[in-house]
């Protein structure tokens, strides 16, 4: 079946430092999202990504979606402790969305 | 105002008990999803409703049983609790599927 896997597993950075993650599909992705968890939270929509090579920005963080479009990044520049959490990627399938295995990111002041 | 709403928020229960989980949404969105998040995090979809009607039923045990009374409601019930089940359930709505999705708090379910 469809797998989507996220690197790395966990993070550690300096406060300022930036911070990347990538997602990768086992599959051609119609679309992909990307969701951020606080330490006992629940998932928050961060953004969509469609079309080919899309590059989307918000503030500190930048969106990438590969040309091919079965992975995609996600780039925090400048990183600051509110930045703490798990970051999921979510490929689309047939009317669900398989979730990656997540990046944790912890962000020491 | 929430917009989706899950009850209880804490479940705690002995392996062989039935429990229910509830979900509201008053985003007025038509589609419904259950998650379930284990110990490391990972988040897997159990099943989605699109206006009432059941379109996801991954590989999940049939003591697991989905119920949509309605557009705005998709409950959860478990027959015959095990310690496996023991996770974070959530709940998510969104306008339609693929569209983005809105999260739940949370039931943290714990079997002992």
């Known amino acids: 079946g469809q797998q989507v896997m996220q690197i790395p597993q966990y993070q550690h950075v300096q406060e300022g430092e930036d911070f990347t993650t990538y997602c990768n599909s086992s599959t051609t992705l119609s679309n992909i999202q990307w969701y951020k968890q606080r330490p006992g939270g629940h998932p928050v929509f961060l953004i969509q990504l469609v079309k080919s090579g899309e590059v989307k920005k918000q503030k500190r963080l930048t969106f990438q979606f590969g040309e091919a479009k079965k992975n995609s990044s996600l780039h925090i520049t400048a990183t600051q402790t509110t930045d703490v959490g798990t970051y999921f990627c979510a490929g689309a399938g047939t009317y669900k969305y398989i979730f990656g295995t997540g990046t944790r990111l912890k962000v020491l002041a | 105002d929430t917009a989706v709403s899950q009850t209880p928020k804490y479940l705690v229960t002995q392996m062989g008990n039935d429990k229910s989980i509830k979900c509201e949404q008053n985003?007025?969105?038509?589609?419904m999803y259950w998650y379930k998040q284990d110990s490391k995090k990972f988040l897997k979809i159990m099943f989605s409703?699109?206006?009432?009607?059941?379109?996801i039923n991954e590989t999940v045990p049939n003591r697991f049983s989905p119920k949509s009374p309605d557009k705005a409601h998709l409950n959860l019930h478990i027959n015959s609790l095990e310690l496996g089940d023991s996770a974070v359930y959530f709940c998510?709505?969104?306008?339609?599927?693929?569209?983005?999705?809105?999260f739940g708090p949370g039931t943290r379910l714990t079997v002992t």
């Open positions: 998510a709505s969104s306008q339609e599927p693929g569209y983005e999705q809105y």
């Open positions: 409703y699109n206006n009432k009607e059941l379109i």
């Open positions: 985003l007025g969105h038509d589609t």
